[in-house]
């Protein structure tokens, strides 16, 4: 019974602490399955279910943490395996005294920026793709979060420039889904200031993110475009 409570109190713990976290980031899906898992796992006022019930709910608990566990971890950067070879061959070229490698005359060709804009506000969308259209950038529009996630997969952007605020998905959540996707995708949250401590939070665990509240003009955006394309 005594290791029973304290399995128990473990439990709970782990999902209250892990609630709290969700809430920060604004993912309010996993901050309700999480406060619900720590509130059946309480051991101060014990929910009185039969044996095989609570087998069912310790089998779910467990896929609750595995999910979570899986959904939520930091996405790996592009090409590590050929950055750390890299790194590790650089210093011997160089302790052998061999010149460096001379630089190829290859032409220089012009990237465009790719931005993906997400923002449920279409009339507001439409004014930053304008802008950015007029930076000369490749630009995509998206009118929700789901929807830019989804345009992630082939458009690859540079940037992206999500509503901070938005039904169904919102600018975290959307974000974190597009990192996995691309994960060399800068995520900028807009329309809404951000909370410094969900920044925070996310840098915390690995993940991309800047915020750019409104209201802003063509020209901030076009000096933040310069400084993002360089992170």
């Known amino acids: 019974m005594n290791t029973y409570r304290i399995l128990r109190l473990l439990v709970c713990g782990s999902s209250a602490y892990l609630a ?11 901050s309700w399955i999480l406060g619900a898992t720590a509130i059946l796992f309480n051991p101060v006022f014990p929910i009185r279910f039969s044996r095989s019930t ?31 070879a890299q790194r590790t061959q650089e210093p011997s070229r160089l302790e052998k005294g061999s010149p460096p ?34 930076s000369e950038c490749d630009v995509a529009v998206e009118y929700t979060g789901l929807d830019a996630v989804y345009r992630a997969a082939t458009f690859r952007p540079d940037i992206a420039l999500l509503g901070f605020v938005m039904p ?16 060399r995708t800068k995520i900028v949250l807009i329309t809404e ?15 991309n993110f800047d915020a750019f509240p409104a209201p802003f003009g063509p020209e901030d955006l076009r000096a933040m475009l310069s400084v993002w394309s360089c992170e």
């Open 168 to 183: 169904r998905m919102d600018g975290v959540e959307a974000g974190i889904s597009l990192s996995k996707i691309s994960p």
């Open 20 to 30: 709290y976290q969700e809430i920060k980031l604004r993912r309010h899906l996993w």
């Open 101 to 134: 490698a001379p630089a190829l005359n290859t032409p220089s060709t012009s990237h465009k920026t790719k931005v993906l804009v997400g923002e449920d506000e279409p009339a507001i969308a439409d004014v930053i793709a304008k802008m950015l259209e007029d």
């Open 54 to 84: 609570w087998r069912y709910y310790d089998a779910v608990s467990a896929g609750t943490f595995l999910l979570w566990a899986l959904m939520t971890r930091p996405p790996e950067p592009e090409n590590q395996a050929e950055a750390n």
């Open 193 to 207: 200031p951000v909370p410094a401590e969900t920044l925070e939070s996310l840098k915390a665990l690995g993940y």
